[in-house]
């Protein structure tokens, strides 16, 4: 498994924080949840879907 680079893991957060400054609150969630799901599929390559942790009611 590759390493993630935390420089741009980094750079990506500051993008999405200036995003959020300019107020396109949409967009700063939705390249949020894109991150998120790009370091999930990172850290759980190979997981299978059984053995993922149940979401909690407020999160679902």
Known sequence: MSEI???????RIDTVLDILVAGDYHSAIRNLEILKSELLD????????????????WEV
Do not use: E, R
């Open 42 to 57: 990172h850290t759980n390559a190979g997981n299978t879907a059984d053995s993922a942790q149940p979401k909690a009611p």
């Open 5 to 11: 680079d935390a420089q741009k893991v980094a750079q």
